[in-house]
């Protein structure tokens, strides 16, 4: 219960304001838009970057733990593929979207505030590495099965380049970037700068959580209920345990920085499989139910994985 009341209430709480403010009308489209837009590219980047400027970063990358999020992720994702065209009989750019259905969270606006909340400043670093990596790795990876699937040879071309700009164009991706190399330089951040990037990150965790309850209110479960409960499946339960096996058993890797990946990898489908879905033309109706009905249900799954996890 103390789990519940203490973490999950006031992260999920948000969500489920958020939510309930945008189908009552009080926020519309716009203010979706404008809270959505100060979170993606102001609080939540200035908050990375005061983060990281000031952690104690480890003498090497822990590759152990990178390996075991991504091994996971990157396996989840192929199992998806694999349901989406042996089950239900997708075609290949259909199975590329199914595969980010399954294998891609939520990091940003509900993962930095749940992860924050149950495991403190000391899963700063962690959690801020994952982040980093995870539209890198995983958005390409599933363009180029898209693209594969369509006979786009010219797309698969470009999309080393689409995918450089695209990171150099995304705030948050840039918040960690400067983040780290002003803390790898040792630089300081000056007195007011931080005072004005506190006050920002202070606004980043609840603004995150309120504008992912927003978004969720415009969707609508549809499509194939069969494929999306197995892509659900898939995405908090299975991945999840693949992150725990490769973290505990192949790589040994910290138990603090073994239950942020754990806790990562359970957290539902993420907004951007829709967004990408959508983008494409395939597979949207089956990402959106996703993105709706998995964030439901970790209400539940959540707060037990805390509970085994000792978070008390």
């Known amino acids: 219960m103390t789990i519940i009341l203490d973490i999950i209430l006031p992260v999920f709480g948000l969500v489920l304001i958020g939510f309930g403010a945008t189908k009552a009308g009080f926020f519309d489209d716009a203010a979706i838009r404008g809270l959505s837009l100060f979170v993606f590219n102001f609080a939540i980047p ?3 970057f005061r983060t990281l400027a000031q952690t104690d970063l480890p003498e090497t ?19 998806g593929m694999a349901c989406a065209g042996l089950l239900f009989g997708r075609p290949l750019e259909a199975q590329g979207a ?12 509900l993962g930095i505030p749940l992860i924050l909340t149950a495991f403190g400043d000391a899963a700063g670093l962690p959690l801020f590495l994952l982040v980093a990596f995870h539209s890198l790795l995983l958005l390409p990876a599933a363009t180029a099965v898209i693209e594969a699937g369509r006979g786009r040879a010219e797309g698969l071309k470009r999309l080393p380049l689409v995918t450089a700009i695209g990171m150099a164009k ?12 002003f803390n790898l330089l040792g630089l300081a951040i000056p007195g007011p700068v931080d005072t004005v990037a506190e006050t920002l ?11 992912m309850g927003a978004s969720l209110a415009r969707y609508r479960i549809a499509g194939s209920l069969g494929e999306s409960a197995v892509l659900i499946g898939l995405k908090i339960l299975v991945h999840p345990i693949l992150v725990w096996v490769l973290a505990t058993w192949v790589f040994s890797v910290d138990p603090l920085w073994t239950s942020v990946a754990v ?6 489908t993420g907004v951007n499989a829709y967004l990408f879905a959508q983008r494409y033309g395939t597979g949207i109706a089956t990402a959106a139910t996703a993105v709706l009905v998995s964030t439901g249900i970790t209400i539940g799954t959540l707060s037990l994985l805390l509970y085994v996890l000792g978070v008390r």
């Open 263 to 268: 806790v990562m990898a359970a957290l539902p």
């Open 46 to 48: 200035v908050m990375l």
């Open 201 to 211: 990150g202070r606004a980043a965790l609840p603004c995150a959580t309120f504008a």
């Open 61 to 79: 990358l822990e590759w152990g733990f990178l390996l075991s999020y991504y091994g996971g992720a990157f396996a989840v994702c192929g199992l």
């Open 98 to 109: 199914a595969a980010l259905t399954a294998g891609y969270s939520n990091t940003v606006l």
């Open 170 to 181: 995304n705030p948050i991706f840039v918040g960690l970037m400067a983040g780290l190399a």
